[in-house]
C-alpha cells in the first residue's frame, strides 16, 4: 500500500475496486465503513454486489474481466471534461501522451458497452474520483488475478496519476496484501529474482555484496516461479522440493496437476503445522512452531514491520521454521549460526537498504516501523511517493482490453470467479479447526443467479456439480441476486470442495498471477442436500 | 494468567493482538487498544486465534514416508534424510533440480533464512512464494 490504513480514514473518495473488502480485509472495511459514516464518497467496483457495495454512493457491477475498458472509460472521461491535474502530470510524470493518445484512438461507447454499465453511472463515478482533493484506491486480487493483472494494475495507476491522487496522506493506490506476511516474503527476497529489498539477482553488483556477506558464490540465473515449480506434471526439471508452510495441493490452479507434478517427484520435504494435503504427499514432514511459538518479524500490508512474540514453547517436539532451515544448512556444510531472530534481522538491515534501520529493539518500543526505513535514525514512511516516484518520474502505460483466456461457451455455459469467505482463512487448515468458526461457516456453496438456477430446477440446497475443462467437484447451491446471470461464484477455503480443480492456470505474463477470477464451467443438478 | 502482546497471523491487515496464556496453554486472545490497525477491534478469526494453537490435529513429531505411509520418526533422521537428498539430487540432476517454496505465513527472519539456504547452500535461484496467487 502506498498509505497505512488509518489514512483511509481522511480520504474525500474511496474507490474500491476487485476486494471484497468486509470479508477478506476486516480492518481495512472498518475504515470505509468510518469514512462513509463521516460523510465521504465510497465507488465500488465489483462483478459482485459483495457487503462493502452497499455501503457505497456508487457502485459499478462491472462484467468480470473488463476492467481495463473501463478505468480506460473513465480516464477517456476525464480527458473531455479536463478535469486532469495538469501540474501534477507535468512535473511527476512522464509518458502521458501516450496515454493521452490511445485514450483518444478509443471508441468512449465501445468501452462502455464492453463492460456493461451504464454511460451514466461510469461519468457519475469519473467525476467523483476526478474531483476529490485527497482520492484513494483500493484493490485486490480481483484485479489482479487476471491474464491481464498486469494492464489492470498499470490502469490504475494512470487514472491515479492522471488526476494527481498520489503522493499526500489520505491520497494513493492501495493493493491490500492478502497473508500476514506476504509482503515480508517478498521483501526478503523469497522470489526467482531478487534478492531482499528487491535487489535483483542478475546485477553484478548486488550478487558480488551478497557474497561478501555469505561467503559463497551465487548463481547468477533467474529462478523458476511457483507455477513453473508446481505445474511442470510428472515428468519437470524439478526433482525435488522443499515446501514450508504451504498448501499449493489445495490452493493453487488446476490442482490436480499440481499433485501429480508433487507425486512425480524423487523427493519432497514439508514443514507445517498440520499435515495438510501437500503434507500428505511428503516423503519427510516436519513439524513447525506456530506463529505464538516464536519470535520473530511480520510486515502488514502498510509495509508495518512488527514484532511478533513468542507466547509458549513449541508444543510436542515441534521445532520453528528457522531451526529446520539453520539445522538443514549445518548438515549440508554450511554453517547458519543465529543467537536470535533479533541477529537476523541485524543482517537483513546490513544488507537491505528498504529495511536498514530496522532492529528488533526498535520495534519494541512502539508500532513496528514502515519501510522504507533507512537507517537507525529514519521514522519510517507512512505513505510512498511522497516527492518522487521510486523510478523518478511515473510512467504512464496504456492498456487495451484482453478477454479472459476462457470464455464461456456453448459446453461450458457459465463463468466461475472464486474468493474467500469471512469465517475461514485460505485453505481452512487453522481456522476449521475451530468450532465456532466451523459452526458459521461449515461449507463452502455455489452463488448463482435465481434466473439461472430457475431454468436447471435448481433449488436453496441442491447438490450440483460444476465442471470445467480441468475437473468437476460438487457442491451445494445457493440462488441470489449477489452474482450477475450466467456468473458463478464460491470460495477456495473448503477441502470437501477443491474448487482449484476447476480454476485456470492461465497467467499474466508478467507477474505469472494465474486467473483464477474467470473459468468457463457447466452446472448439473445431482441432488438435494439434506 | 499471563497477556503476551503479538501480531496476528491471518490476514495483511496485522492487528496488534494479546495472546492470553495460562499453564503453557493459549486460552484466549483480545485486541491491543492501541495498535494503529486493530484499535481494540478484531475480527471473528481473531478472537478465535488461540484455537488452532493445541488442536489434537497439529503435528507434534517428524515424520518420514517408509513402504509408502508416513511413520513417526527422530528429528535427526529426519533433518539427516532431507539432507541427503537434497544433496543427491544436486550431485545427480544439478542445482537447479530442486524447487523450494518459502511461506508469505512465516517470519522474514524465516524466509530470510530460507532465500538465503536457497541461493548459498543449494546454488540455485529456484525459490518462490504464493504472492503471485
Not at chain 1, 39 to 66: C, M, W, Y
Not at chain 1, 120 to 146: D, N, S, W
Not at chain 1, 404 to 427: A, I, K, Q
Not at chain 2, 21 to 37: A, D, I, L
Request: charged share 25%; glycine share 8%.
Amino acid at each position: 500500500m502506498t498509505n497505512s490504513i488509518e489514512e483511509l480514514r481522511g480520504a474525500e473518495v474511496i474507490m474500491v475496486i476487485g476486494s471484497n473488502t468486509t470479508e477478506a480485509h476486516p480492518q481495512v472495511a472498518r475504515r470505509l465503513v468510518a469514512a462513509v459514516d463521516n460523510g465521504k464518497n465510497l465507488i465500488v467496483i465489483d462483478p459482485r454486489r459483495t457487503a462493502i457495495s452497499e455501503f457505497a454512493d456508487i457502485h459499478l457491477q462491472i462484467r468480470p474481466g473488463t476492467d481495463i475498458p473501463l478505468l480506460n472509460a473513465m480516464m477517456r472521461i476525464i480527458l473531455d471534461e479536463n478535469l486532469i491535474d495538469d501540474v501534477f502530470i507535468e512535473m511527476r510524470t512522464e509518458n502521458f501522451s501516450s496515454l493521452r493518445d490511445s485514450l483518444y484512438t478509443m471508441d468512449l461507447n465501445e468501452l462502455i458497452a464492453i463492460t456493461g454499465v451504464t454511460a451514466e453511472a461510469i461519468g457519475q463515478a469519473a467525476r467523483m474520483y476526478a474531483r476529490a482533493q485527497k482520492g484513494v484506491i483500493c484493490y485486490c486480487l480481483g484485479i489482479t488475478q487476471h491474464i491481464c493483472g498486469t494492464g489492470n494494475v498499470e490502469s490504475i495507476a494512470n487514472l491515479a496519476m492522471i488526476t494527481g491522487n498520489v503522493e499526500q496522506s489520505f491520497t494513493g493506490v492501495n493493493p491490500l496484501r492478502g497473508q500476514n506476511n506476504v509482503q515480508g516474503a517478498c521483501d526478503m527476497g523469497a522470489l526467482p529474482g531478487v534478492f531482499p529489498g528487491y535487489q535483483p539477482v542478475q546485477d553484478l553488483e548486488t550478487r558480488k555484496k551478497f557474497e561478501r556477506a555469505w561467503k559463497k558464490s551465487l548463481p547468477e540465473n533467474l529462478g523458476m516461479t511457483l507455477m513453473q515449480m508446481t505445474h511442470s506434471g510428472r515428468d519437470g526439471q524439478i526433482r525435488a522440493m522443499f515446501i514450508m508452510g504451504e498448501n499449493p495441493v489445495l490452493s493453487d490452479p488446476h490442482a490436480s496437476l499440481v499433485k501429480e507434478t508433487l507425486e512425480g517427484l524423487d523427493f519432497l520435504a514439508v514443514s507445517d503445522i498440520f499435515l495438510t494435503e501437500t503434507a500428505e504427499l511428503a516423503d519427510v514432514v516436519f513439524p513447525a512452531a506456530s506463529f505464538a511459538e516464536k519470535d520473530g518479524t511480520v510486515t502488514n500490508s502498510e509495509r508495518r514491520v512488527q514484532l511478533m512474540r513468542r507466547a509458549i514453547l513449541p508444543i510436542g517436539k515441534c521445532r520453528t521454521d528457522s531451526d529446520i532451515i539453520m539445522e538443514l544448512s549445518k548438515r549440508m556444510g554450511y554453517r547458519m549460526d543465529y543467537e536470535d531472530m533479533a541477529e537476523v534481522m541485524e543482517e537483513i538491515a546490513l544488507l537491505t537498504p528498504i529495511y536498514g534501520g530496522i532492529y528488533h529493539d526498535r520495534l519494541e518500543k512502539d508500532w513496528g516501523l514502515q519501510w522504507p526505513c533507512t537507517d537507525r535514525n529514519h521514522p519510517g514512511t507512512p505513505y510512498l511517493h511522497k516527492y518522487s516516484f521510486t523510478r523518478g518520474k511515473g510512467r504512464f502505460v496504456p492498456a487495451e482490453h484482453h478477454p479472459p483466456d476462457e470464455s464461456p461457451d456453448s459446453e461450458y455455459p457459465f463463468l466461475l470467479m472464486t474468493g474467500r469467505v469471512y469465517h475461514h482463512y485460505h485453505t481452512g487448515t487453522m481456522t476449521r479447526t475451530s468450532e465456532m468458526l466451523e459452526r458459521e461457516a461449515p461449507r463452502a456453496v455455489l452463488e448463482i443467479h435465481p434466473d439461472d438456477a430457475g431454468s436447471l430446477n435448481i433449488r436453496k440446497g441442491d447438490m450440483v456439480k460444476i465442471s470445467s475443462k480441468r475437473g468437476s467437484i460438487e457442491i451445494e447451491a445457493e440462488p441470489t441476486t449477489r452474482v450477475m446471470k450466467k456468473s458463478l461464484y464460491t470460495s477456495f477455503n473448503f477441502r470437501e470442495t477443491p474448487v482449484n480443480i476447476l480454476t485456470n492456470p492461465a497467467m499474466d505474463p508478467v507477474a505469472e498471477c494465474p486467473e483464477y477470477k474467470i473459468c468457463a464451467v457447466k452446472v448439473e443438478k445431482v441432488g438435494h442436500n439434506e | 494468567m499471563k497477556h503476551y502482546l503479538t501480531t496476528c497471523c491471518f490476514c495483511g491487515c496485522g492487528c496488534g493482538l494479546y495472546l492470553h496464556v495460562t499453564n503453557g496453554r493459549v486460552v484466549g486472545s483480545s485486541p491491543s487498544r492501541n495498535h494503529p490497525v486493530s484499535r481494540n477491534n478484531l475480527c471473528v478469526k481473531g478472537w478465535h486465534i488461540h484455537e488452532f494453537i493445541h488442536d489434537s490435529g497439529r503435528l507434534t513429531r517428524p515424520l518420514v514416508r517408509k513402504n509408502g505411509t508416513l511413520v513417526h520418526t527422530d528429528w535427526d533422521e529426519a533433518l539427516e534424510l532431507t539432507a541427503e537428498r537434497l544433496s543427491g539430487t544436486i550431485s545427480t540432476h544439478g542445482s537447479d533440480a530442486i524447487g523450494v517454496v518459502s511461506s508469505a505465513k512465516c517470519t522474514n527472519e524465516e524466509n530470510y533464512l530460507l532465500q538465503k539456504f536457497t541461493r548459498a547452500v543449494l546454488s540455485t535461484n529456484n525459490v518462490d512464494h504464493c504472492a503471485r496467487l
